[in-house]
């Protein structure tokens, strides 16, 4: 198993402004992903964290809006560039070795 | 795109009672996964499912893979409140690496 942390675990941000978010994992890991949840929602990929290479981006979300970087194999950022309030959600990172993915407790960003 | 659907989005039990959500899939599926999302946490993967009728059991927790790999179930017995939270199915289509698409997920709450 692996275990993911997050930081920060929430903000408040103005709009405009932007916000990096850290991922940590304890061991070595294949894939790493980050998501987005609305409370009560079910979880949207955003991108799949390369190493050493650009992201992969899901339709809808785009490099300039949510840069990523994974510079090794156990620690990846996201940044929410530009933020307006419908950036307000909770943001995953995971991660997965094998088939499984584990998740990191999650940020909570609110926008005003 | 790949869609997968739950039912029921919510679901009300008296404890000791039994429980089921089902997940829809509008492509066949290589495997499907389920994780359990506690209030306020987050993501826990509980099994993978991968082959055409496949049966798990976890406990009181039951899980089957349809046998057109396109749907899955999960049952749980005799329900107690520790079982409340979001149960998200997660499929993940065949060829190579293929990224894993999240259910709509069924929010189950348990009454003492």
């Known amino acids: 198993s692996a275990v993911i942390s997050q930081k920060p675990s929430r903000d408040i941000c103005q709009r405009g402004t932007s916000l990096t978010i850290q991922c940590q994992v304890d061991?070595?890991?294949?894939?790493m992903f980050w998501y987005r949840q609305q409370p009560g929602q079910s979880l949207t990929l955003i991108a799949t964290?390369?190493?050493?290479?650009?992201?992969?981006?899901e339709s809808g979300f785009v490099i300039d809006k949510f840069p990523i970087s994974r510079p090794n194999l156990t620690f990846s950022t996201l940044t929410v560039s530009n933020m307006s309030p419908e950036d307000s959600s909770i943001y995953l990172c995971?991660?997965?070795?094998?088939?499984?993915?584990?998740f990191g407790p999650g940020t909570r960003l609110t926008v005003t | 795109g790949q869609q997968v659907m739950q039912i029921p989005q919510y679901q009300h039990v008296q404890e000791g009672e039994d429980f089921t959500t089902y997940c829809n899939s509008s492509?066949?599926?290589?495997?499907i996964q389920w994780y359990k999302q506690r209030p306020g946490g987050h993501p826990v993967f509980l099994i993978q499912?991968?082959?055409?009728?496949e049966v798990k059991k976890q406990k009181r927790l039951t899980f089957q893979f349809g046998e057109a790999k396109k749907n899955s179930s999960l049952h749980i017995t005799a329900t107690q409140t520790t079982d409340v939270g979001t149960y998200f199915c997660?499929?993940?289509?065949?060829?190579?690496?293929?990224?894993?698409?999240f259910g709509t997920g069924t929010k189950l709450q348990v009454i003492p």
């Open positions: 061991s070595q890991v294949t894939m």
């Open positions: 499912l991968v082959k055409s009728g």
């Open positions: 997660a499929g993940q289509k065949s060829g190579g690496y293929q990224k894993v698409t």
């Open positions: 995971s991660a997965s070795g094998g088939y499984e993915q584990y």
């Open positions: 964290a390369n190493q050493g290479s650009e992201a992969t981006y």
């Open positions: 492509t066949t599926l290589s495997n």
